[in-house]
T-cell receptor, first 115, second 116 residues
């Protein structure tokens, strides 16, 4: 069975500062994908960043980057230069790929960016 | 990435009635999925909508309660049948393939359902 754990129910940060959201996971597979999704109050789930487990290089997307530690099964999200629009629920998710279909989500972390 | 729309965006329904939610993707996709998100909670997969065959349901979800159709590669529906207040949730569809990255699911805006 796959599990994803987000141990921080809530986080807050000042605008323009940096914040890191934590995620750990468990899987017996060697090939898989990890994601961070953002869900603002509008409830639209938005893909923030994607990491392929077979790639050692950490994924980056503009102000968003990850620290992927495969051996430790850790996948944290760093948001630099935080903006008010980053306020949302953030979900870490694990995916074995198309053949298996099921996306396993963590419990979510509510991030609030203060002006 | 794929653009996914859902209808209705929200609805308030009476106990015992049924509601059908539509999900439309702007390109042909290989996989479509339906999730439920209860208030303040994470997402739980209800089923995988298979084109041309019956949906594949996760443990705890049954076809009689959540019938799903997928008549083609861009469209799916989820019906919530014989509703009770416990069915009040956000229902989201997702899709994989098409214009998006492979092995990546993109989500629709969700349908907020309230059952009285």
């Amino acid at each position: 069975a796959q599990t994803v754990t987000q141990s921080q129910p809530e986080m807050s940060v000042q605008e323009a500062e940096t914040v890191t959201l934590s995620c750990t996971y468990d899987t017996s597979e060697n090939n898989y994908y990890l994601f961070w999704y953002k869900q603002p109050p509008s409830r639209q789930m938005i893909l923030v960043i994607r990491q392929e487990a077979y790639k050692q290089q950490n994924a980056t997307e503009n102000r968003f980057s990850v620290n992927f530690q495969k051996a430790a099964k850790s996948f944290s999200l760093k948001i630099s230069d935080s903006q008010l629009g980053d306020t949302a629920m953030y979900f870490c998710a694990l995916y074995r790929g198309t053949s298996y279909g099921k996306l396993t989500f963590g419990q979510g972390t509510i991030l609030t960016v203060h002006p | 990435s794929a653009v996914i729309s859902q209808k209705p965006s929200r609805d308030i329904c009476q106990r015992g009635t049924s509601l059908t939610i539509q999900c439309q993707v702007d390109s042909q996709v290989t996989m479509m999925f339906w999730y439920r998100q209860q208030p303040g909670q994470s997402l739980t997969l209800i089923a995988t909508a298979n084109q041309g065959s019956e949906a594949t349901y996760e443990s705890g979800f049954v076809i009689d309660k959540f019938p799903i159709s997928r008549p083609n590669l861009t469209f799916s529906t989820l019906t919530v049948s014989n509703m009770s207040p416990e069915d009040s949730s956000i229902y989201l569809c997702s899709a994989e393939g098409g214009k998006g990255l492979t092995d990546t699911q993109y989500f629709g805006p969700g349908t907020r359902l309230t059952v009285l």
